[in-house]
């Protein structure tokens, strides 16, 4: 949540920064601002996306090569111009940008107040900058010596970039519990949320850890100091990242290429894990451990929003497979609510971004108590990564579209090998049902790339129901988080007001919203309730609600039920979400389309929340 840029060096820096605020806006973006030290400090705010920020940018070119800049998600203070970061000291020499919250900003405004301070915006970030300048101007002190100071007074999650105009060749960061990267160029340093504005620049980063400064002065080497004051020696990482993975690809929204991405992201988690012509499994991230986890008594798996999901459809997977108790907790509940976790217990974190700040803050909370940590997670050396003892990376590339669609179906891919090797070491799983989950599973890609043919019939089920305000999506067994997944995509990005439900619970409330008015997206592939399911389409049918049902390749008897359908290959019963939920994630997408959405930056969300 909120993306910081930052440059010193050489070139002209108004230019890298926008570019990077444009590659980082996905974390936000309800105003952006820069500030350029050129002799002064320029700067430059506007409510909206980074576009108009860069019109207005373009129209100064200011000069300078020194600068920050940010692009916001409003926690305190409406998105509005003055709201929007950099922030400056009363004086408008020092500005600063910070992604995170400031929770005793209270007490620190009525104080900086009662010493002389004024404050022009609503926000957190402000109080920080003026106490800055406090203590610079009080103790006469460099700007790193300041920020340090002040540090000790904050309390909360940040990552901050300050600037001081009467140094113009120095940024100063820190950061506790928000992410931030530094790019090492050649007489230059560049500075982000995420490493996406500096491939372009350089591949050599390194990830600032938590409570460390970075002091970045232009021709002196890099130095990095812990809250402490002690030289901590840079740990440099190579990136592997290609800018074409950050470019639309020729898709008019990132979302609809990460969904057409999908036979190869998903190819992509099982490769080196998977050999249907052997009919082998194997997952390296657990291998050293799989005493521990042959040992287990339950797993607990957290995370938030779609992960959660996926969390959900993991329990039905391992449960299912590797008869091993597991429970699925919102990474929110589960950091406040003084689980029962002990040493013998597994925490297995999802994320696609490594940032959200529950699910970093439930793993923390996890490990004081003994857990072992195993993290699925997509962003290489993000927070959470590095915060797990162990962890299977999902491997499915940038994902830019806020709502998550290949994220998803690469946890779920990875939730599947993980269920399959617990089976074997816990001896759960016959050998002839192991292979051919193998070999399903194997076949996956092809399957999903069937479906992905079907768009233009999904397009046209999109159309009949675009209008709509409210949707129902009932699925049973593997098929329920589907549900719930399908409709958080429908609301997410077409802002229809939409509910999962398992498709049994219908009667026992959503049934009596159904009328005329009522889609409901019935995931009707589960051979093993298939009567149910009749039955719960018919209880739709008989109250006047449309049927969209999701089916198996040749299902007739469903089909005719319907009012439309769309035909899924069939697969292993387990393996059914990595494939019902490709025609949820189009519909939704030609939904908001055609309700003219802005469908990779919805209204209000963020794709990395890391704030609370
Ligand atoms: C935000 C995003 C969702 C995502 C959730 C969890 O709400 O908009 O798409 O599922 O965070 O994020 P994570 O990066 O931890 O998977």
Known sequence: MCGIVAYVGDKIASPIIMKGLQRLEYRGYDSAGIAILNGGMKIFKKKGKVNELLEVVNAASPSGTTGIGHTRWATHGEPNDINAHPHT?????????????????????????????????????????????????????????????????????????????NEPNLVVAAKKASPLVIGLGKNEFFLASDATPLIEHTREVVYLQDEEMAILRKGENLQIKSFQNEPQKPSIVELDLKIEELEKGGFPHFMLKEIHQQPETISDGMRGRLNAEHGWTRLGGMEPHREKFAKAERLIITGCGTSWHAGLIGEYLIEGLARLPVEVEYASELRYRNPIINSNDIVIALSQSGETADTLAALQHAKEKGAFIYGIVNSVGSSIARVTDAGSYIHAGPEIGVASTKAFTSQLTLLTLLALELGKIRNTLPKDYYLKLVSELNEIPNKVRNILAKENKIKEIASSIQN???????????????????????????????????????????????????????????????????????????????????????DKKIRALSDFAVEIPKTAEPLTPLLSVIPLQLLSYHIAVMRGCNVDQPRNLAKSVTVE
């Open 468 to 554: 709509s305000n409210n949707a129902l999506y009932l699925g049973r067994g593997y098929n329920f988080p589907v549900a719930l997944e399908g409709a958080l995509k429908l609301k997410e990005i077409s802002y229809i007001h939409a509910e999962g439900y398992p498709a049994a619970e219908m009667k026992h409330g959503p049934i009596a919203l159904i009328d005329e008015n009522m889609p409901v997206v019935v995931l009707a592939t589960n051979l093993s309730a298939y009567d149910k399911i009749i039955s719960n389409i018919q209880e739709v049918k008989a109250r006047k609600g449309k049927v969209i049902s999701i089916i198996t390749e040749g």
């Open 89 to 165: 000291s009363s004086d408008h020499s020092i500005a600063l940008v910070h992604n995170g919250i400031i929770e005793n900003c209270d007490t620190l405004r009525e104080a900086l107040k009662k010493l002389g301070h004024q404050f022009v915006s609503e926000t957190d970030t402000e109080v920080l900058v003026h106490l800055i300048s406090e203590f610079k101007n009080r103790y006469q002190v460099s700007l790193e010596e300041s920020v340090r100071l002040s540090l000790e007074k904050i309390i909360g999650a940040y990552a901050i970039v300050v600037v001081d105009k």
